[in-house]
């Protein structure tokens, strides 16, 4: 005969029932966590608490933290679920500084705008004010400067417009490590060349070059500086090839020094 225990259906109904009841009560639970879970997101979303308490702005170097704020619309005490990121980003988009925008929401209180700016490739002096080039060339014509800030050569004598917008296409090109060895850059046309420009280096040396192929000619400068005297003056030439034009007692230019690019 067999070991086993054989148990009755009336021995088995109250384990059924205890297992029964045991899920019933989970799927309660459950329910209810989702049911208060909704109505306390419901409360947070029409209470203060959702106010936006905090705004922060990431990326700015010429634009000041305040304008960027007041310019989006976004005041503190906002719903921050009500924020219309695409409004933001249309808003701040039509600042001329301003290349891409991106607008994050932090839980519970708190807003991030981050943004990408065109960079400055030179400011021209016109009427002894500074006025700021971007690399996409937008001349920020409204935004005159007593002095520039430093961060991009200085454009001078560029009266025609058609050589300035060509020029500030080449500097956009030009990497960002050579363009910050520039001071100044002075346009010095003559009838023979009407792209010629002359710069002064932040190492005191004066380079003459044309507009046309100027980001690339300038690619060879680094090395080409580096077997220059520091303390002999002259002129370097970049064009097809580079030389060297020592200066004499006089200022005049002597006899070329050819120099490898």
């Known amino acids: 005969m067999s070991d086993k225990k ?7 109904i109250p384990q059924l029932k205890q297992s029964r009841k045991k899920k019933a009560n989970r799927r309660l639970v459950f329910y209810l966590s989702i049911f208060f879970l909704l109505i306390g997101i419901i409360v947070y979303l029409q209470s203060p608490l959702s106010g936006i308490k905090t705004i922060g702005v990431t990326g700015n170097t010429s634009l000041e933290k305040d304008f960027i704020i007041s310019q989006s619309g976004i005041q503190l005490g906002d719903n921050l679920w009500k924020v219309e990121q695409k409004d933001v980003k249309e808003a701040l988009l039509k600042i001329p500084e301003i290349k891409n925008v991106s607008v994050k929401r932090n839980f519970p209180s708190s807003l991030i705008i981050t943004i990408t700016e065109f960079h400055r490739v030179g400011y021209v002096k016109i009427d002894g004010s500074y006025f700021p080039i971007l690399e996409n060339g937008t001349e920020l014509i409204n935004q005159p400067m007593n002095l ?3 961060d991009a050569p200085i454009l001078l004598g560029f009266e025609e ?10 500097l956009t090109n030009l990497p960002l490590s050579i363009s910050n060895l520039i001071s100044e850059i002075h346009w010095i046309p003559t009838d023979e060349n009407p792209y010629r420009v002359k710069l002064y280096m932040n190492n005191g040396l004066e380079v003459h070059t044309s507009i046309r192929r100027f980001s690339q000619k300038m690619l060879a400068y680094p090395s ?15 064009d097809v090839g580079a030389f060297f034009k020592p200066l004499n007692e006089n ?7 050819e120099i490898e690019g």
């Open 6 to 12: 054989i148990i009755s259906i009336e021995e088995r």
């Open 161 to 170: 417009g058609i050589y300035l917008s060509e020029f500030t296409e080449e």
């Open 148 to 150: 520039p800030n430093g």
């Open 251 to 257: 200022d005049e230019e002597v006899d070329n020094d």
């Open 224 to 238: 080409i500086a580096q077997q220059i005297d520091p303390n002999k003056p002259g002129v370097l030439h970049i």
